[in-house]
């Protein structure tokens, strides 16, 4: 496993995170523990929750394993906080009432003394943003939080926040997670750009487009049982499992298939290669998904590749609109719904 830096950090980060969402929901504690041990054998110190996975449970079973095995002290163990807790009115946000709640609750699930990496999970326009770095500040000054980042935050706010730490000598954002994949290449045209400039990591999630580029569904075909996608153009609404995706993943396979390798690792392998990335976020569901995506980690791709995909779908396009999630998680918080790219 090869490590890099955590944006302008001292600390160092395995170029493989994994994400722990499905924990819970599709994942039982057994396999959840077989998976973090397994991962963390193979050489992953990067560890992804939130306190929203399954209210709260996905960071309880990520405690507990880490635990059990003994191996926190192994892990850059991110979390965050901001997304919906509960239904009062006070339950969600990045006030200081609720971060400083939210903070204290993941520490008690994860069974730990501090958060190596905080995201503020989405952004939260109804509170000003030196409370929410004053906030932080506390928090890092206590010991309970170390470094601090954002998730779906568009450009032009994050830098605001980033100057504001800069001028009040506030904590600093070090890194960012947006969606990513080969059907969305949105975040090249600004987002990494503004990230590689001023020294934040750059976290994705959604290599796969929620599935879509896992190779399982094919055009043509009907999806198989189990499985999320059950026709073209429905899914949660967000419109991913279409004609236009399905001839991607039909013009996609014969690279993949000219490697030896499925389409999920081809696709997880180009987001490694790509400027700016510092570690995708895999989600696995079971151990074997999580050893195909170790596999990911350790394919090269020719610039010839490179250059192929570029030729199919192309820097900065995108044929789904996988970011419409922005805009429903941002209507959880924020009333009005926040401009920006969304």
Known sequence: ME????????????RLCLGTMNFVGSTDLPEAKRIIDEALDAGINFVDTADVYARGGSEEYVGTA??????????????????????????????RYHLTRAVEDSLRRLQTDRIDLFYLHITDITTPLDEILETLDVLVRQ????????????????????TLAEIHGLPQTVA??????????????????????????IVPFGPLAGGILSGVYRKG?????????????????????????????????????????????????????????TSPICGPRTVEHLRSSLKAA????????????????????????????????CRAVNKPEPLGPF
């Open 3 to 14: 490590y890099c830096q955590l944006g302008r950090t001292g600390a160092r980060v395995s």
């Open 66 to 95: 880490l635990k059990e095995n003994g191996r926190r002290d192994e892990v850059v163990l991110a979390t965050k906080a901001v997304a919906r807790m509960g239904d009062g009115p006070n339950d969600h946000g990045a006030s």
């Open 143 to 162: 010991g309970k939080i170390l470094y601090i980042g954002t998730s779906k935050w568009p450009v032009p706010l994050f830098l605001e926040l980033l």
């Open 176 to 201: 960012e997670q947006p969606p990513y994949n080969l059907t969305d290449r949105r975040i090249e045209w600004e987002l990494v750009w503004a990230c590689m400039r001023k020294g934040i990591a």
């Open 221 to 277: 075909k009907k999806a198989p049982p189990g499985h999320h996608f059950k026709e073209v153009g429905q899914r949660d609404g967000h419109n991913r499992y279409t004609e236009e995706s399905m001839d991607l993943v039909e013009s996609l396979m014969p690279l993949a298939e000219a490697r030896e390798v499925t389409l999920a690792e081809f696709s997880l392998a180009w987001l490694m290669h790509r400027p700016g990335i």
């Open 298 to 329: 350790e394919l090269e791709l020719s610039q010839e590749e490179m250059d192929a995909v570029d030729q199919i779908i192309p820097p900065g396009g995108h044929i789904t609109n996988y970011c419409t999630l922005y805009k429903r998680m």
